[in-house]
């Protein structure tokens, strides 16, 4: 491959990546918190709004992630655990984030059974949202680590 192609395939690969991540992680450490510090409703209608875009995002850099990787003829952990990750981020948009909305208008009459189950599916979403961000630090962390190599090999 090229240098110029390597260096391109690298660079998208870094943007999608870092671009994922950071989305995450601004959402979760600063976005969610202040929205919901103004009231339950705001952060709960901020959720509603951006974390279909994050999962649809990650449905787009994860398949993507996994092209550069091979085009990279990076290993194997690299092509498949940004297909992974963007699988969970799917699940959690289409899986959980419909029986969540479901359950969210049966609260809203004061059922306490509801607000059991609908506090159990957030978790899960919580879980399944911190599993895509530990494994886009993995990845990141794998990639670096690629990029070292072949740094010190080719001297790139």
Do not use: C, Q
């Amino acid at each position: 491959m090229s240098p110029r192609l390597t260096a391109l395939s690298r660079l998208l690969l870094w943007l999608a990546l870092g671009g994922w991540l950071g989305a995450m992680l601004l959402f979760a450490a600063v976005v969610a918190p202040a929205a919901f510090r103004v009231s339950s409703e705001v952060g709960g209608r901020m959720a509603r709004e951006v974390l279909p875009v994050l999962h649809l995002y990650g449905a787009v850099a994860g398949p993507l992630l996994a092209l550069l990787a091979r085009v990279l003829g990076r290993g194997p952990a690299v092509v498949w655990l940004p297909l992974a990750m963007a699988a969970l981020g799917l699940l959690n948009l289409f899986g959980i984030t419909p029986l969540m909305e479901e359950i969210r208008h049966e609260m809203s009459s004061g059922d306490a059974a509801a607000r059991a189950r609908f506090m159990r599916l957030h978790a899960v979403s919580g879980v399944l949202y911190a599993l895509v961000g530990v494994g886009g630090l993995a990845l990141g962390w794998l990639h670096a680590a690629a990029d070292g190599t072949d740094r010190r090999s080719k001297k790139v």
